[in-house]
């Protein structure tokens, strides 16, 4: 059973950082990628930016130059280092994963994704 665990959602102040984390279990593949979204109340979730187990990244243009992705294949666990957080990034942030080559489709589109996280809250706020 495929599972994936999310943690470090919270609440910080504008201009603070926050580290979420997406481990990874019951799956094996050659090729996957783990995704982070977003979805803020009342709008569509939109991808923030993914990473495949080859190392190939994606960032939104939204969070270019302020988050950063990386991975721990050995887990597989991905961090989503967010910093210079916005009032604009508030949100449910989504981990996903996709059991295919990163470049079998764009890495935002939600259908590819066959397994999600929980979903933890982070919120900007003074």
């Known amino acids: 059973q495929v599972q994936l665990v999310e943690s470090g959602g919270g609440l910080v102040q504008p201009g603070g950082s926050l580290r979420l984390s997406c481990t990874a279990s019951g799956f094996t593949a050659d090729y996957y990628a783990i995704g982070w979204f977003r979805q803020a109340q009342g709008k569509e979730r939109e991808g923030v930016s993914c990473i495949s187990n080859s190392g190939r990244i994606y960032y939104a243009d939204s969070v270019k130059g302020r988050f950063t992705i990386a991975r721990d294949n050995a887990t597989p666990t991905v961090y989503l280092q967010m910093k210079s957080l916005k009032p604009v990034d508030p949100a449910v942030y989504y981990c996903?994963?996709?059991?295919?080559?990163?470049?079998?489709?764009?890495?935002?589109?939600?259908?590819?994704?066959?397994?999600w996280g929980q979903g933890p809250q982070v919120t900007v706020s003074s």
């Open positions: 996903a994963l996709k059991v295919e080559p990163l470049s079998a489709s764009p890495w935002y589109l939600t259908p590819r994704y066959a397994y």
